[in-house]
């Protein structure tokens, strides 16, 4: 995933479009050095290979270089009174009209798509910091599950609504393994690691808080137990509600967990 800004491809496409204003008579260098060097310096951040989308616009790329060479050829000598002929301004332009033409296609094929705002949250939040779904302590006692968060909060950011409740029970369920090794003094997990399971063996041993269990106890009934069918599909609004059941269940369970001392097996980018 690579983060376009539009405000970039704004002062781009506006510095881009200074050479369709080049005279076409002969002139100073210093009357067209700022146009032709912003011009210049735009294009190659454009095409930088490095940027995931360059790839996108691979087919703009060859009058991209042609254009850079007969700009390059005029900036290369800034000399004092230096005059730019206006047969050298034309084929600039001339050439800026090709790589024109290209960029444009290349750009009208490019996979681009607005990602909406879910609920309250965010857009560039899910996508960059999703673990901010969750309590911010969630890095410091389980920093396993900082993973799925971050999945969370991407799957609902595109709108991939039930992948987004699988990762919200992955986290919950890697917070609740961490919470039953605390609450039982560190007995063997059971066999079977499912929520439903969790809550009963709890139950059984007579540990963990009555709130946390009966946090995990509606959020399985209500939706865990449907959301693995395959039939079962979650809507956006559905995702959001699981979200926010999880994010309670963490949050309960996180209250009773210590920190957990930073290895590097436990760090978490």
């Known amino acids: 995933m690579d ?7 704004f002062e781009a496409a506006v510095a881009l479009d200074e050479l369709l204003r080049l005279p076409e008579t002969d002139t100073k260098f ?10 210049h310096q735009q294009m190659i951040q454009l095409h930088d290979p490095a940027l ?5 616009l691979r087919t703009a790329r060859q009058s991209a270089e042609f254009l850079a060479q007969v700009i390059k050829a005029e900036t290369d000598e800034p000399l004092p009174n230096r005059v730019v002929t206006g047969t050298n301004l034309s084929e600039i332009k001339r050439r800026y009209s090709h790589y024109r033409s290209a960029l444009l296609g290349a750009l009208s094929v490019m996979g681009t798509f607005l990602v909406s705002q879910k609920g309250s949250h965010d857009v560039l939040t899910l996508l960059l910091q999703g673990e901010k779904l969750f309590p911010a302590d969630l890095k410091e006692k389980v920093p396993e599950a900082v993973f799925d968060a971050q999945q969370a909060a991407k799957c609902l950011a595109y709108d991939v609504a039930t992948a987004c409740g699988f990762h919200a029970f992955r986290v919950t369920e890697s917070v609740l393994r961490r919470y039953w090794t605390h609450e039982t003094g560190g007995t063997a997990h059971p066999k079977v690691r499912t ?3 969790y809550i009963a063996a709890l139950m059984r ?4 808080d009555p709130k946390v269990l009966a946090a995990l106890k509606q959020l399985n009934e209500l939706h865990r137990n449907p959301l693995i069918h395959p039939e079962t599909a979650l809507d ?4 959001l509600n699981i979200l926010g059941l999880a994010r309670s269940a963490v949050a309960a369970m996180l209250v009773h967990l210590p920190k957990i001392p930073l290895t590097t097996s436990t760090a978490v980018p």
């Not at 210093?30 to 011009?39: F, K, M, N, S």
């Not at 995931?52 to 996108?56: F, P, R």
């Open 3 to 9: 983060h376009i800004s539009a405000p970039y491809l």
């Open 30 to 39: 210093d009357d067209v050095a700022g146009p032709l060097i912003r011009a």
């Open 52 to 56: 995931l989308y360059a790839a996108s």
């Open 195 to 197: 929520l439903g399971v």
């Open 205 to 208: 041993a007579g540990a963990g």
């Open 236 to 239: 956006v609004e559905e995702a």
